[in-house]
């Protein structure tokens, strides 16, 4: 179904000259008395992300994505294998199509894959998820002129944190930025 550009949104999957894509982000500008709009989009099956300026009346074509939640079993080499909450079925997908997603994954985790058709297109986490630090040196008090630590969590993902984090400890970690958020 053919819509104008003007009511994609952020999350919204489209089809544009061919290339599968999502829109990452969305604004609406004017220029020298015509409206224009501007969508950062990301290739969903390429991966990557480019910026495109389109004229209000220009149409696209809107594709419909389910998400489902599937639980993340083990990671095999360079595949990851999922399983389906419903139906049980389990899927293996190419570490290439999770990318930096993967080193937030532990077992049992459940995450939500977008497909389209039977055809898996990306793995979306929730904002934050909670890890064990495995390893980090020990923090000496008074020691804050550096700001923080390194710390290597459960997944083998090192981010920094305070200095009071010790190992054993469990951290939530920020899934976009991959930022300490705070102890759990």
């Known amino acids: 179904m053919a819509i104008p550009v003007t009511e994609i ?19 609406h500008i004017k220029w020298a008395q015509q ?27 809107r594709v419909h994505i389910e ?19 419903e139906n049980f079925n389990q899927i293996a997908l190419p570490k290439k199509l999770l990318g930096d997603t993967a080193s937030y994954l532990k077992e049992g985790f459940v995450a939500n894959i977008a497909f389209l058709d039977e055809e898996p ?12 630090v495995t390893e980090t040196t020990p923090g000496f008090k008074g ?27 469990v951290v939530k970690v920020d899934t976009r930025e991959g930022k300490y958020l705070g102890r759990v």
């Open 9 to 27: 949104r952020s999350g919204n999957a489209f089809i544009y000259n061919g290339k599968l894509y999502k829109c990452v982000e969305y604004s």
């Open 35 to 61: 409206a224009r709009v501007r969508i950062k989009m990301k290739d969903l099956r390429g991966g990557s992300t480019t910026e495109n300026t389109f004229n209000v009346d220009e149409k696209v074509e």
């Open 67 to 85: 998400f489902r939640p599937m639980q993340f079993l083990y990671s095999d080499g360079d595949a990851f294998n999922f399983m389906d909450q």
């Open 121 to 132: 297109l990306e793995v979306t986490l929730p904002a934050a998820v909670e890890l064990k």
């Open 143 to 169: 020691d804050t002129v550096s700001g923080g630590k390194p710390a290597t969590l459960e997944t083998g993902l090192t981010i920094s944190v305070p200095f009071f984090i010790n190992p054993g400890d």
